[in-house]
């Protein structure tokens, strides 16, 4: 072999195969997520042919492997990082920059059971830059939970993970199957070459051939979702980083993530609702039985206040568009509101109360602002103000209930509180289901408890024939909170009809509590 590899492709110069003949195949990840297991449970005993091959370097480990009837040359960059100084990041990019730069295909690995960390995040986006093939391994993943957890690392971008365990040898085949159908397809005489020094080639070269006719893979690339800690991540990086355009986003949810940390503890909410419903009462109510601690100040738009108060479990910052009402005075009579008001609020706000009155009944126009409300993604509580003045109680908050079921299908199990602005009867729930729906809103749901769930409603009802084939959908994972955003993927999984998504929808919030916040549903289409 080492002959071999030593002679000059002379007769072809635009061969296309790597310099050594070989296709490479490169095992990456972060240290200690089991590479060179896996590197040995490909290598086998065929390592022994290269183990003091001379100019390899001692810390690097390459093997020869035969997978499926192809030849290849296996580099595992495990013994590489332990030799790099510097941070963390710095010696998983030293190690495996050259060896992945040299790769026809990477094997990128993550430990199945610590879960996607902020390095296999920051590899990952670093990896995908690199134009390269890449097969994502989620080792460890033995066993039924295993295999679940796995499934996690589709948030990072690299397509299908395959759960895999290269301890006790589960998904080994399926991922020497991926990897023959992942590398450049051999011309037949390439093919032919490649194999000829090893033993029983005639077969190994037979198949080589078969498989070099197989289309090669393609990788589906979603965007990076997964929530990771964006600070640490920046923290351990470079200026090539900073000019890196995938970089800014990093960036940009970083800043996210601190600007969430700055206002720790500080529940931001807002009171919407049409003129004279009763929030500046509501406001004063508030501000008289919570202990004030700053405010009113000028909100964050010309035509909003906001005052920060405590209530046993925190500060809450109450937004309130002063502007909106001073409109609303001018046009009372038309009981004009400015939707563009309202949407200020909103974004200010992670759980907004909308107030009604409740002598009124729920109206079109309070219907209209909550569907503002869900479509920025807030929490949302329903405010059932005036009740000192409702005659009969029961009937008026049937109607309502009734009204909320028709109509406000969006954020179903919505918290409605009623009580009296003026006299303060009730008001004292308020906050608490505010906090209710804060938490609600900032729900994560394991992705091993939303496959489970996700099989089952699977098997309730089969998803329906789309142009007279199945959608097979195959995992969900939840990709963000604020409000919770879960991914789901599957073949043409974009094309599933909206009242099977609605179906999906409901059963999530059932299932796992998601009252009254509205619920984002991506689906990605694999192949
Ligand atoms: P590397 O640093 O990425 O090369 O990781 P190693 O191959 O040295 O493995 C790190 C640790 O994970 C070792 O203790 C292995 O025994 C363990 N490990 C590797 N593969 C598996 C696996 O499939 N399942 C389990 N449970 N442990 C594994
Ligand atoms: P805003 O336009 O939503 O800020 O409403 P205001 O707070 O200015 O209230 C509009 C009118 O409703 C005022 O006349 C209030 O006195 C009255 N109001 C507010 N809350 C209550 C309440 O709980 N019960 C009754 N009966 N009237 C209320």
């Given at each position: 072999m080492a002959e071999r590899r030593k002679t000059p492709r002379a007769s072809r110069p635009?061969?296309?195969?790597?310099k050594e003949g070989l296709p490479t195949v490169v095992i990456a990840g972060r240290p200690n997520v089991g590479k060179s297991t896996l590197f040995n449970r490909l290598v086998g005993r065929r390592q022994a042919l290269v183990a003091d091959q001379p100019g390899v370097t001692r810390d690097r480990k390459e093997g020869e492997a035969m997978l499926r009837g192809r030849l290849v040359r296996l580099i595992d960059t495990a013994g590489l990082e332990e030799a790099a100084p510097d941070t963390l990041y710095g010696r998983m990019r030293a190690s495996s920059e050259s060896a992945v730069q040299q790769a026809d295909l990477v094997l990128f690995c993550i430990d199945a059971r610590a879960g996607i960390t902020p390095a296999d995040a920051h590899f990952a986006s670093w990896l995908r830059r690199q134009n390269r093939k890449v097969i994502l391994v989620a080792n460890k993943a033995e066993g039924r939970s295993g295999a679940a957890a796995a499934m996690e690392a589709f948030s990072l971008g690299l397509g299908d993970p395959l759960a895999l365990s290269a301890e006790h040898g589960d998904g080994i085949a399926d991922l020497m199957g991926e990897i023959a159908e992942s590398l450049p397809p051999m011309a037949e005489a390439e093919a032919a070459e490649a194999v000829e020094p090893v033993k029983g080639s005639a077969r190994a070269r037979a198949r080589a051939a078969r498989e070099a006719k197989g289309q090669p893979k393609t990788s589906v690339q979603p965007e990076p979702e997964v929530e990771v800690n964006f600070a640490d991540i920046l923290e351990g990086s470079t200026q090539a980083d900073a000019d890196d355009p995938m970089f800014a986003e990093f960036a940009e949810q970083a800043a996210f993530v601190e600007d969430e940390t700055a206002v720790a503890g500080v529940l931001k909410i807002a009171f919407v609702g049409r003129p004279n419903a009763g929030k500046s009462t509501l406001l004063n109510r508030v501000l008289g039985e919570e202990r004030m601690i700053t405010g009113p100040e000028p909100g964050l738009t010309r035509d909003s206040i906001a005052v920060m108060v405590r209530d046993e479990h925190g500060e809450v910052q109450i937004v309130d568009t002063a502007g909106l009402r001073r409109k609303a005075r001018i046009d009372e009579r038309l009981e004009k509101m400015s939707t563009s008001a309202t949407i200020e609020a909103l974004k200010m706000a992670e759980v907004v109360v909308l107030v009604i009155d409740a002598t009124l009944g729920l109206h079109e126009q309070d219907l209209q602002i909550a569907r503002l409300i869900e479509r920025e993604g807030r929490g949302c509580v329903l405010a059932l103000n005036k009740w000192d003045a409702v005659e009969d109680r029961v009937a008026t908050r049937k109607a309502i209930y009734d009204r909320l079921e028709i109509?406000?299908?969006?954020?179903?199990g919505i918290e409605v509180v009623s009580f009296s602005?003026?006299?303060?009867?009730?008001?004292?729930?308020l906050l608490p289901a505010v906090r209710r729906t804060a938490e609600i809103w900032n729900t994560r749901v394991s992705t091993g408890e939303l496959n489970r769930w996700f099989d089952s409603a699977l098997e309730r009802h089969a998803p329906p024939l789309v142009s007279g084939r199945r959608l097979k959908l195959r995992y969900i994972t939840q990709v963000k909170s604020r409000p919770p955003t879960f991914l789901i993927f599957g073949?043409?999984?974009?094309?599933?009809p909206d009242d099977y998504r609605r179906y999906l929808v409901n059963g999530l919030r059932e299932s796992f509590g998601l009252d009254g916040v509205p619920i984002r549903l991506q689906l990605r289409g694999t192949k």
């Open positions: 635009e061969a296309p195969l790597p109509s406000l299908t969006q954020m179903r602005a003026t006299t303060g009867a009730g008001v004292n729930k073949t043409r999984a974009e094309q599933l």
